[in-house]
T-cell receptor, first 113, second 115 residues
Framework: DAGVTQSPTHLIKTRGQQVTLRCSPKSGHDTVSWYQQALGQGPQFIFQYYEEEERQRGNFPDRFSGHQFPNYSSELNVNALLLGDSALYLC????????????FGSGTQLSVL | AQSVTQLGSHVSVSEGALVLLRCNYSSSVPPYLFWYVQYPNQGLQLLLK??????LVKGINGFEAEFKKSETSFHLTKPSAHMSDAAEYFC?????????????FGGGTRVLVKP
């Protein structure tokens, strides 16, 4: 049983560009959350998707957007990249019906130059 | 609103010694509390969780944590450190009715284990 998978593992972009990160949840999970982990810090909640809709959102600008597909996979899009967007982006999946336990992927390391 | 404070960004212990990682939380609602471990170049793995049942929670790899409401603390301990415990540890909080809900993490504590 595959866990949470994220792609790509590493990505290098330049300021002003746009990026799309992808996540496939653990089999059977219906909810996907995204977190940003800057170097030396704890993860920060970006947003959560369930039934293809954004359920909750953290304190991130509108440059950060997402999508969830019918198969529960998800994308995180970041527009107009800033140097400060450089971070490890973690995807976590869970069950909306009783999933206080999150399963995390290994993350996508984004470097903005 | 919720927040987590982890005291000490780095902890160094000798192999076989007690590991103690401190976590204090603030929550406007009854909390769920978690400890996660992160190994280099990996995601987060759940060590243990408190969800309003027993206040002493046992987790994987010999770790345990005690929920103390009066102190708003959820410290993580392991009686005897092993070299494989070298990693970064994160304490996190969510609301008690927050099934699959967002977690608020502390800044992390990096553990170094000396032989």
């Amino acid at each position: 049983d595959a866990g949470v998978t994220q792609s790509p593992t590493h990505l290098i972009k330049t300021r002003g560009q746009q990026v799309t990160l992808r996540c496939s949840p653990k089999s059977g999970h219906d909810t996907v959350s995204w977190y940003q982990q800057a170097l030396g810090q704890g993860p920060q909640f970006i947003f959560q998707y369930y039934e293809e809709e954004e359920r909750q959102r953290g304190n991130f600008p509108d440059r950060f957007s997402g999508h969830q597909f019918p198969n529960y996979s998800s994308e995180l899009n970041v527009n107009a990249l800033l140097l400060g967007d450089s971070a490890l982006y973690l995807c976590a999946s869970s069950l909306v019906s009783g999933g206080e336990k999150l399963f995390f992927g290994s993350g996508t390391q984004l470097s903005v130059l | 609103a919720q927040s987590v404070t982890q005291l000490g960004s780095h902890v160094s212990v000798s192999e076989g010694a007690l590991v103690l990682l401190r976590c204090n939380y603030s929550s406007s609602v009854p909390p769920y509390l978690f400890w996660y471990v992160q190994y280099p170049n990996q995601g987060l793995q759940l060590l243990l969780k408190y969800t309003s049942a027993a206040t002493l929670v046992k987790g994987i790899n010999g770790f345990e944590a005690e929920f103390k409401k009066s102190e708003t603390s959820f410290h993580l301990t392991k009686p005897s450190a092993h070299m494989s415990d070298a990693a970064e540890y994160f304490c996190a909080v969510s609301g008690i009715k927050a099934a699959g809900n967002k977690l608020t993490f502390g800044g992390g504590t990096r553990v170094l284990v000396k032989p």
